[in-house]
């Protein structure tokens, strides 16, 4: 069974000062020596086990206004949009009333790393006039 570092690190510090007549000089050389002990435990400790990084903590952005495509989309998600299935069309026009302002083909990207982390699902969808396409709806 292993011991208790501090139990262990007194112990040296004891041994070093045994043959000590007791006294002041003793009890001083017994601290002094107990420091050395521990910082020497303390550095050993450190380098056997390395200090993980930290990483910084995010900043709460409740009640932000979304930045990127993918959250202004999930804006449009938390508004309820997505309730019925919407086409890319339909979601590229929900944006525009919004003030954001993006192509068609700035939004397959966002929507396909949404559908990947299953905050929005997609289906293929018969159009009229024989057109096929996506169209995307709450999970």
């Not at 002094?32 to 990084?53: C, F, Y």
Request: glycine share 6%; aromatic share 6%.
């Amino acid at each position: 069974m292993k011991k208790n570092p501090l139990i262990e690190a007194r112990m040296r510090a004891e041994e070093a000062v045994r043959d000590m007549p007791d006294g002041e000089l003793k009890v001083k050389a017994f601290e002094t020596l107990l420091k050395h002990v521990l910082s020497d435990a303390v550095s050993i400790r450190e380098k056997a086990e390395p200090t993980p990084k930290v990483r910084p903590t995010r900043v709460d952005t409740a009640g932000a206004p979304p930045k990127s495509c993918a959250e202004r989309i999930l804006s449009l998600k938390d508004d309820g949009f997505f309730k019925s299935q919407r086409s890319i069309a339909e979601i590229r026009t929900e944006l525009k009333k919004n003030g954001w302002h993006y192509p068609v083909t700035s939004l397959s990207g966002p929507l396909q790393s949404l559908i990947r982390n299953r905050k929005l699902r997609r289906e293929d969808v018969q159009g009229g006039e024989a057109r096929k396409g996506w169209k995307y709806s709450d999970p």
